[in-house]
């Protein structure tokens, strides 16, 4: 029998006449005879596993109707009673699984299952639940995964590699524990998942839903327009994106038009999204003052007297400020200290750390020239960033004009010569990190050395007893410099806090630079072994004996503490007094806090040695020196994220009253309040902090908690002040 | 301050002065056919100290009101107000002979016994009480958010009731609260619920509205621990997680009490220290004027 040649049968007693190899299914679709089923699509090869087309064709067991070809003479009965019996019990079997309502349901209704459920009357299951035991996927920012709503009908499989030909999804485990899964069972986000939103289109349950952004208004503010799916593909940089994701997507991506001199963006504002210069230029630029706050004595010796003010560093070079700095920001470029303006030009991205991890914006945007540009939500530059077009594109970007700058802002390659720079720009690879993936792992051999680029990154390292966060990094700082010196493996586990992204330089690269600028290895070599007596610092904290409340109140990281003496304090907040007249009235330290023995641990900085007020900073203008104390560098552009981060509330907002370029008038000043983050400075101006000078009860005291406790962590050592 | 044995060299030096100040004085007294008086040279001089003792101590308050300004640390200023100020009693006694005199100078030797002796007491106070304040107040908050704290535990009591009882929802709860609300999802009975209303209407938000004082009942640790026992046994076990955060919110509000109580202890003594202090400084020097005019 040729594969054109017709063959006869009966459905539900009607007489049908269809191709040789076409399947029951559809035969009794050409009919108009529905059969229910949910793993069969029509642009996918069917299966048959979820087993609701089941028909009866007079065999001993009913057949999946989806993959059983037609025969001769066949009778097929597609509702029977028993039919019916038997779909309605796999109705039953797999809502007895189903988390009803599933997402799906919740926001669309439109889980087919459920949908099932309602029309066989399934209401309350007869079968005991069972879970798959995994947790919900949230790593994807464009698409939820939830594993309980799984049916296995393997749409989501087929969507993604026969369809789309990524193969990034496929089935894992046997029985009970079957589900799908992502590459080698990663959590979605961190997978080789391109988002194109086939599988989630796929899906009939909750188990792969859109991620939907609410709350963010894309379609207001200056002038825009909601661009047309046809038209965003016909963008180089969008070609390959799923149509149907763009569509489910609508309005996550705006075109939007400024007019010259407007501002696109503000330094400090938290924000959401993310921009893409489609024509025009814009130029990027701090407006807080380049000055960080200096309390200073106005009068010496005995009549002493302390004011807050802003000093720039030509009037006060702190240690370590000799070389010259550039501002890192949320863009391809960074800026220069001295002259912290940019420009930015069509193809550029920038906006991408407020996207992706909801940092304040770094600095304030202004078209230089009328610009349009694509302003658009996470899912949709996740997607972007996902896509090779874009990603060329943006890496051919970052190598011509960013890198450059990239590398020079780190003072020990501020030595580099233009022919080498050039010589790297076509081996430096950029590699994007999910949160929480590790970038490197202690114990590893070490191929790589790495220089951040957008985001933030933990180093830790694994100890007797646990691990112990050894530095926060930020943009423009390096890692992976130790093991490539000594030739050796890891010493560090670096791990990305949010949406990382690094220059990756080769082993042979990183080498061959070593060899040509001495300079370089000399001054990595004082880096590193900085960053080893650091460590060894910090790990001789480990060794102290610790309490239970010493370590759940946070105070064996902290490097320094305001206590004050329950015992003989009395109250009087002489000390909150004297902190705030050294601080124009802003006190930096508030009388409340958690008890430990008798003492008070006081609201004010403790100069952590873990101290996550740095992690978010959005120029990274809050830093550690090598004493362990922590400053804020001069580019602070107020936006408060530190003092949010801080867990013990130490970090203040200190205004103050500047002159600044009006951006709404361009060329003339206006009088505005500025703000700059402060944290406890010790009164370095003098011996001894004002609140413990102040106090007349001799019940403040600034100590090493590990050296002052030490009588209590180690009894019969006794305690001394530090 | 605590007087303790960082003290040992001032009041070795504070001995020191008044034992060659009493050698002089009973030397002076016992060569004296008239008797010792304050305004032979000896008596003019013990005058001097002391009033330069008063002044110095006096000072402290002015030293106070310039924190910052590096003219010696405080505790500094505070150890020589505590014993120059004490030995300014002797020095004055010595300088009037151990006699009031005349109405001004018996005001002013009333003032200063009244005020050394305040300042004794507040010493002691301050040695003693950060102790009790520390031990007793376990919750202790600033003095001066006291009546935020409060506003705020009633806010939670208020919403905590609401949600148990069923008659409000509980937007305004904060975290504690709130989580005891979680687990508290058996509906009340109408006899569970007046009981738990009528508590909290008739006993509780008083005395968080400090409405009877110290002696509304729930003032009293033991009694309010006996009326939250038998409050318990008329109410389902489902409540007893909002129950036990009404007791913990009772239990603040006495410490909150406390707190305000060791607060006044502590500094209501200046009241008293610091006018009379003044009064003491503007007639002693009313005193000198005329002294050395007349």
């Known amino acids: 029998m040729s594969a054109n040649s017709l063959v006869e049968l009966t459905i539900d007693g009607n007489k049908v006449s269809v191709a040789a190899g076409t399947t029951v299914f559809d035969a009794a679709r050409m009919q108009g005879i529905p059969i229910p089923t949910l793993c069969h699509q029509q642009n996918e090869t069917p299966v048959g596993v979820c087993r609701m087309c089941v028909v009866d064709v007079g065999a001993r067991v009913f057949t999946a109707s989806c993959v059983r070809p037609v025969e001769a003479g066949m009778v097929v009965n597609t509702n029977s009673e028993k039919v019916q019996r038997a779909r309605r019990t796999l109705v039953e079997l797999l809502m007895a699984d189903h988390p009803s309502p599933c997402t799906r349901e919740r926001h669309s209704g439109d889980c087919e299952l459920e949908a099932m459920a309602r029309r066989e009357d399934v209401t309350r299951p007869r079968f005991a639940p069972h879970s798959t035991g995994r947790a919900k996927d949230g790593s994807s920012p464009s698409i939820a995964v939830d594993f309980d709503s799984c049916i296995l009908c393997d749409r989501c499989v087929r969507g993604c590699g026969e369809i789309r030909d990524h193969f990034v999804l496929a089935r894992m485990g046997k029985g009970t524990a079957a589900g799908i899964a992502f590459d080698d069972q990663r959590a979605m986000g961190e997978s080789s998942c391109v988002s194109c939103g086939e599988c989630m289109v796929s899906c009939p349950t909750g188990a792969l839903t859109n991620k939907v952004f609410t709350h963010t208004a894309l379609g207001s503010g200056p002038a825009f327009e909601t661009v047309p799916v046809d038209e965003l593909q016909q963008l180089p940089f969008f070609k390959g994106v799923s149509g149907t994701f763009l569509s489910l997507n609508r309005g996550a991506v705006v075109r939007r038009h400024f007019k010259s001199g ?138 011509q004009r960013a890198l450059d700058s990239h590398l020079r802002a780190v003072p020990v390659f501020a030595e580099l010569t233009d022919e080498f720079i050039s010589s790297l720009r076509e081996n430096v690879e950029l590699v994007r990190y999910s949160p929480g993936q590790v970038i490197c792992r202690q114990g590893e051999p070490a191929d790589s050395f790495y220089l951040i680029r957008i985001g933030f990154v933990k180093v830790t390292q694994l100890h007797m007893g646990g691990e112990m966060v050894m530095a926060y990094l930020s943009r423009s700082e390096y890692f992976g410099e130790t093991g490539l010196l000594r030739e050796d493996v890891r010493t560090a586990t670096c791990t990305a806090l949010d949406h990382v992204e690094v220059v990756r330089i080769g082993a042979n690269d990183f080498k061959r630079m070593l060899a040509e600028f001495p300079q370089v290895r000399e001054k990595l070599e004082v880096v590193e072994q900085e960053r080893m007596e650091m460590n060894r610092a910090r790990l001789a904290v480990l060794q102290d004996v610790p309490l239970d409340d010493f370590l759940t109140q946070g105070l064996m990281e902290a490097q320094s503490l305001l206590l004050l003496d329950l015992t003989s304090c009395t109250r009087c907040d002489a000390c909150v007094r004297a902190c705030a007249d050294a601080h124009d009235g802003v006190t930096r330290l508030v009388r409340e806090g958690l008890r430990f023995d008798h003492y008070l641990v006081a609201t004010s900085c403790r100069q952590c040695l873990d101290p996550l007020c740095m992690v978010g900073c959005p120029v990274g203008s809050i830093r550690r020196r090598n004493s362990l104390e922590v400053i804020i560098e001069d580019w602070c552009i107020g936006c408060g994220l530190c003092a949010e981060n801080c867990p013990y509330g130490n970090i203040n907002i200190h205004p103050f009253n500047v002159m600044v370029e009006d951006l709404g008038s361009p060329g003339h000043k206006k009088a505005t309040v500025k703000q700059k983050a402060t944290s406890c400075d010790l009164c370095t101006e003098f011996a001894e902090p004002s609140c413990v000078y102040a106090c007349p009860h001799d019940a403040a005291h600034r100590v090493d908690p590990r050296k002052f406790f030490a009588g209590l962590l180690k009894p019969g050592t006794g305690a001394d002040k530090a | 301050m605590r007087i303790d044995r960082t003290h040992q060299k001032w009041l070795a030096a504070s001995l020191i002065i008044l034992g060659v100040a009493s050698a002089v004085y009973v030397f002076y007294a016992a060569q004296s056919p008239s008797g010792p008086s304050g305004g032979s040279p000896i008596g003019l001089t013990f005058g001097i100290v002391g009033s330069a003792f008063m002044v110095f101590a006096g000072l402290l308050a002015a030293r106070k009101k310039l924190p910052v300004w590096r003219l010696g640390r405080a505790q500094s200023w505070m150890r020589g107000h505590l014993w120059l100020g004490l030995l300014s009693l002797p020095m004055i006694l010595f300088h009037g002979g151990f006699r009031f005199g005349g109405p001004l100078t018996s005001v002013l030797m009333i003032l200063l016994i009244i005020v050394v002796a305040s300042g004794v007491f507040g010493a002691a106070l301050q040695h003693y009480m950060p102790n009790v304040m520390t031990a007793e107040v376990q919750k202790e908050t600033i003095f001066e958010q006291i009546d935020h704290v409060r506003a705020g535990m009633i806010a939670n009591a208020d919403a905590l009731v609401a949600a148990t009882t069923g008659s409000g929802d509980t937007a305004g709860m904060k975290g504690a609260a709130r989580s005891a609300i979680a687990v508290q999802t058996v509906a009340l009975t109408q006899e569970a619920t007046a009981a738990l209303s009528n508590f909290y209407v008739r006993e509780m938000r008083p005395f968080l509205r400090n409405d009877g004082g110290e002696r509304h009942p729930l003032a009293d640790t033991s009694t309010a621990r006996a009326i939250f026992v038998e409050l318990r046994t008329v109410l389902p076990a489902e409540t007893h997680d909002a129950v036990k955060n009404l007791e913990d919110i009772c239990e603040e509000e006495r410490q909150l009490r406390r707190q305000t109580r060791l607060h006044h202890w502590l500094h209501g003594w200046l009241m008293l220290h610091i006018p009379l202090s003044f009064a003491l400084l503007l007639l002693g020097c009313v005193h000198a004027f005329m002294a050395l005019r007349y």
């Open chain 1, 262 to 399: 407007e501002i696109i963006c503000r330094e400090g504002e938290y924000g959401s999204t993310a921009f893409y210069i489609l024509e025009g230029k814009a130029r990027v630029s701090i407006s807080n003052p380049m000055a960080h706050v200096k309390t200073k004595g106005v009068v010496k010796k005995f009549l002493g007297k302390l004011s807050s003010k802003l000093a720039q560093r030509q009037q006060d070079q702190r240690d370590e400020e000799t070389y010259k700095r550039w501002i890192p920001i949320d863009a391809p470029v960074d800026l220069e200290y001295d002259s912290p303006v940019a420009e930015l030009n069509a193809g550029d991205l920038f906006g991408e750390m407020t996207c992706m991890s909801l940092y304040p914006r770094s600095a304030t945007v202004r078209a230089e020239t009328d610009c349009t540009m694509l302003e658009m939500l996470r899912n949709v530059l996740d997607i972007m960033q996902r896509n090779k077009n874009f990603r060329a594109q943006l890496e051919k970007s970052y190598r």
